[in-house]
């Protein structure tokens, strides 16, 4: 059974910080990439990040480019979003998920975190 767990979302105001975590269990991820998504209240789901659990390569919309950095830690099993300088327009619940590389597809989901970003 696949787990993905994420945890560290809150309330902060408009250029604070907060981390999120999305702890990994059930299998092995080498062959996968990580992805963060978000949706905001009445808007679709969209991605924000992903990174490649074999090499780190990462990738980063532009909405969040600069501000945003995504690791993982193959050690603890961790996949991290640290996010600075945020805006109202973050506000969102924020999931983590995985999808084989030889797949387009985000197969994995953990049931999210709220973050909201206030004026």
């Not at 603890?76 to 640290?82: G, S």
């Not at 924020?94 to 049931?111: D, E, I, K, P, V």
Request: aromatic share 12%; proline share 2%; net charge positive.
């Amino acid at each position: 059974q696949v787990h993905l767990v994420e945890s560290g979302g809150g309330s902060v105001q408009a250029g604070g910080s907060l981390r999120l975590s999305c702890a990994v269990s059930g299998r092995t991820f080498s062959s996968y990439a990580m992805g963060w998504f978000r949706q905001a209240p009445g808007k679709e789901r969209e991605f924000v990040s992903t990174i490649t659990w074999r090499d780190g390569s990462t990738y980063y919309v532009d909405s969040v480019k600069g501000r945003f950095t995504i690791s993982r830690d193959k050690a603890k099993n961790t996949v991290a979003l640290q996010m600075n300088s945020l805006k109202p327009e973050d506000t969102a619940v924020y999931y983590c998920a995985a999808r084989a590389l030889m797949s387009n597809q985000y197969t994995y989901w953990g049931q999210g975190t709220q973050v909201t970003v206030s004026s």
